[in-house]
């Protein structure tokens, strides 16, 4: 019988913690810091705070000049051979896939380097065309100070760490911006045509 009690209490301290754990991670969907910032994301649109980057034509580029458009956004480093290398692929193969509503002005797609160090603008541009850029809809930007990084790095929440080999390992996610500017949702990479759909049907409601 005292088993028995031992046993109903310790089931009884299991569902409230099962309880209390469904609340903290919202239903048990924010087991990871990554997953809770997209669900955060998506339930708080995030305006953005006046950023200027210099463009891989070495040009100021203001993010509030995409104000009235959908912009998709990926974080990279020219030197990666293997993460920001898919990344590439995957604008490109946009490029085609969003070609009407990029010619329409509804769309844009902005690579933004986290290596302003060594991605000056003659890099910047070597990476688009390294991946088939088709030549319209997307532009690769690097902050120039440091203060404009910090900025870029806390408002899209971007995790970069040295990988002890002159490389960074980095969280890979495109972000998504609204026509007003805000930051509305994260997006998995590596399935453009997922992406495309997502973006089409932004632009449609």
């Known amino acids: ?46 305006p953005l705070p006046a950023i200027v980057l210099e463009s891989d034509r070495g040009a100021d580029l203001a993010l509030a000049s995409y104000r009235g458009r959908w912009l998709l956004i990926d974080f990279i480093y020219t030197r990666c051979e293997t993460y920001c290398s898919a990344l590439g692929g995957e604008f490109a193969r946009l490029q085609d896939l969003l070609a009407a509503p990029i010619a329409e002005g509804r769309i844009a797609l902005l690579s933004i380097s986290f290596d302003p160090e060594h991605d000056d603008p003659e890099a910047l541009h070597a990476y688009r065309k390294r991946f088939g850029d088709r030549g319209a809809g997307w532009t690769a930007a690097r902050p120039t100070d440091a203060a404009t990084l910090e900025t870029v790095r806390t408002s ?26 805000r930051l509305v949702e994260i997006v998995a990479s590596g399935d453009p045509q997922a992406t495309a759909a997502l973006l089409r049907a932004r632009i449609s409601s």
Do not use: C, W
């Not at 609340?23 to 924010?30: K, L, V, Y």
């Not at 040295?162 to 026509?179: E, R, S």
């Open 1 to 46: 019988m005292r088993a028995l009690g031992t046993l109903l209490v310790s089931l009884a301290f299991a569902a409230a913690g099962g309880l209390v754990l469904a609340g903290a991670t919202d239903g048990f969907q924010a087991f990871t810091t990554e997953t809770a910032r997209r669900i955060d994301v998506r339930a708080h649109p995030r």
């Open 156 to 181: 899209f929440g971007l995790k970069i760490v040295p990988d002890g080999l002159g490389g960074y390992v980095h969280n890979v996610a495109l972000v998504l911006v609204d026509p007003e500017g």
